[in-house]
């Protein structure tokens, strides 16, 4: 089995920034592509940001581009969020996916995490 853990959420102010991590361990697994995604108070799971693993090829959602930013390093995807609204409030899920994915469909994912939450006060 493959766990994934979130880390990095807390309650900031409109405007702060938040950085978050999400650490991949577990059974020996490969790795296609890693992602985002956010499940704000009575709203669907969306996607937020994603990327591949062989070329660093990443998609960010319309609703955080130029603000949102998704790196990796070996083992780890970050999200770093920057100039942050109310509306950024959800819980934030890490996503890991063994096969091809487009990044954007949930379903082309494997493994998820337990979620960390963002809160961003006004």
């Known amino acids: 089995q493959v766990q994934l853990v979130e880390s990095g959420g807390g309650l900031v102010q409109v405007g702060g920034s938040l950085r978050l991590s999400c650490s991949a361990s577990g059974r020996a697994f490969r790795t296609y592509a890693m992602g985002w995604f956010r499940q704000g108070p009575g709203k669907d799971r969306e996607f937020v940001a994603g990327i591949t693993w062989s070329r660093d090829y990443t998609n960010v959602a319309d609703s955080v581009k130029g603000r949102f930013t998704i790196s990796r390093d070996n083992a780890n995807v970050y999200l770093q969020m920057n100039n942050l609204m109310p509306e950024d409030t959800a819980v934030y899920y890490c996503?890991?996916?063994?096969?091809?994915?487009?990044?954007?469909?949930?379903?082309?994912?494997?493994?998820w995490g337990r979620g960390t939450q963002v809160t961003v006060s006004s």
């Open positions: 996503a890991l996916a063994e096969g091809y994915s487009d990044l954007v469909s949930p379903s082309g994912y494997d493994y």
